[in-house]
């Protein structure tokens, strides 16, 4: 009775992990449909090794289901003793050669791979974007471009793009499943990788290495848009003048308020270096606020008001006079008429 009690939990235990996992996959965020270069090597190699291991399964479990058979005792032979086999040089150098040739088959175009994946031989002639991970957000800066961003990476589509990576404080790991592998993004040196996304679409990105206690909110996106497209959003990036009073009233308000509550120390519109906080040049075009939030007003002002409760542990709180539920508004207002370009994460689509 234990041992079937025992059996029956650790069926259920499966059952429920599996259901949870199952939950875990979403669209855009999954090496398992891969959408990018990187990641169409990866899965190359996850099915190399699967198919290898599913045929390592299939022929061990049949030797062991033949022998059972066939050398069980028979009725009749009870006292047979059959030959002790003490070493027998041939079928030991048949298992030794066999899983080497395996490990081979796969450590040869493993190593290839990542050869390949860290080949930075061009990145001249290619698009190079400075990628610096902070506790808990990204901050993009397109070298050359004099274009800023945050969380959202736009990269054309069908050409490699580099990233050279550096972290303004503990280790963090980049990671967009459906385009690329993880690189470690490390406070000491700049790491480089490239990326090539296929097709248009929102990529979502993690952040893959422990960084603190928002760590599991530290997500981005890239959106993948054609080249022409990618064209369009640097111009429009790059035409946005900082100092430009929007019309409505409200929006102006918030502009004061903005520019007298210290935001603007860490917060810079348009192509300042300075980056304290996310360049919110165009946080109106933005897919999510703060890399987790729908971007809707209501959670603007939830953000603006109270950050702690939305991401713990992250660097805003108490950075700023306390705002209330009006002047909030009146920022939100502001901040999400800054929309310079037609070319946002829903054009792209998802
Ligand atoms: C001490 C620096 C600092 C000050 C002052 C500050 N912020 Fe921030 N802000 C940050 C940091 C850091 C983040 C990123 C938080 C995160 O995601 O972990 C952030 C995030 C944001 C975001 C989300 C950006 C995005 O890309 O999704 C908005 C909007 C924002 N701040 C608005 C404001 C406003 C408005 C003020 C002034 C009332 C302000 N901030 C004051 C540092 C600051
Ligand atoms: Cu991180």
Redesign the pocket.
């Known amino acids: 009775m234990k041992g079937w009690m025992g059996k029956s939990k650790v069926f259920f235990l499966i059952s429920a992990m599996a259901l949870l996992m199952a939950g875990c996959g979403r669209e855009n965020l999954t090496a398992l449909d891969p959408k990018g270069y990187g990641a169409d090597r990866a899965m190359d190699l996850i099915l190399l090794t699967t198919f290898i291991m599913i045929g390592v399964f299939i022929i061990v479990m049949a030797i062991y289901v033949i022998t059972l058979v066939r050398f069980r005792k028979k009725k009749g032979q009870e006292d047979y003793i059959p030959e002790q086999v003490e070493g027998n040089h041939k079928l030991e150098v048949i298992w030794t050669v066999i899983p080497i040739i395996l490990v081979l088959v796969i450590a040869v175009p493993t190593v290839l791979g990542t050869f390949d994946l860290a080949d930075d031989s061009n990145a001249d002639e290619h698009v190079n974007i400075e990628v610096t991970g902070?506790?808990?957000?990204w901050h993009f800066n397109y070298a050359g471009e004099e274009v800023v961003t945050?969380?959202d990476l736009y990269i054309p589509t069908g050409e490699r793009v580099y990233l050279n990576m550096l972290s303004s404080d503990v280790t963090h790991s980049f990671w967009i499943p459906s385009i690329s592998g993880k690189m470690d993004v490390n406070p000491e040196n700049v790491n480089t990788m490239y990326i090539e996304a296929h097709e248009e679409g929102v990529y979502w990105g993690k952040c893959a290495e422990l960084c603190g206690p928002?760590h599991s909110l530290?997500d981005f996106k890239v959106i993948a848009v054609s080249p022409e497209e990618y064209e369009q959003w640097v111009a429009d990036m790059q035409s946005v003048d900082p100092e430009e009073v929007p019309e409505d009233s409200v929006a102006q308000e918030g502009q004061e308020?903005?520019e007298a509550?210290?935001?603007m120390?860490?917060?810079a519109i348009g192509s300042s270096p300075a980056a304290?906080?996310?360049n919110?040049t165009n946080?109106g075009d933005?897919s999510?606020?703060?890399?987790i939030l729908e971007p809707t007003k209501e959670h603007?002002v939830e953000?603006?008001t109270d950050?702690e409760s939305v991401?713990p542990g992250?660097?805003?709180t108490d950075?700023?006079p306390a705002?209330s539920e009006d002047e909030a508004e009146s920022?939100a207002e502001y901040?999400l008429q800054l929309q310079p370009s037609e070319i946002t994460p829903e054009s792209a689509g998802n």
């Not at 999510?288 to 890399?291: Q, R």
Request: proline content about 5%; charged content about 10%.
């Open positions: 902070n506790q808990y957000w945050s969380q928002s530290m308020l903005f509550n210290n935001c120390n860490c917060h304290i906080g996310p919110l946080f933005r999510t606020i703060a890399g603007l953000w603006l950050p991401k992250n660097k805003m950075q700023y705002l920022i901040l």
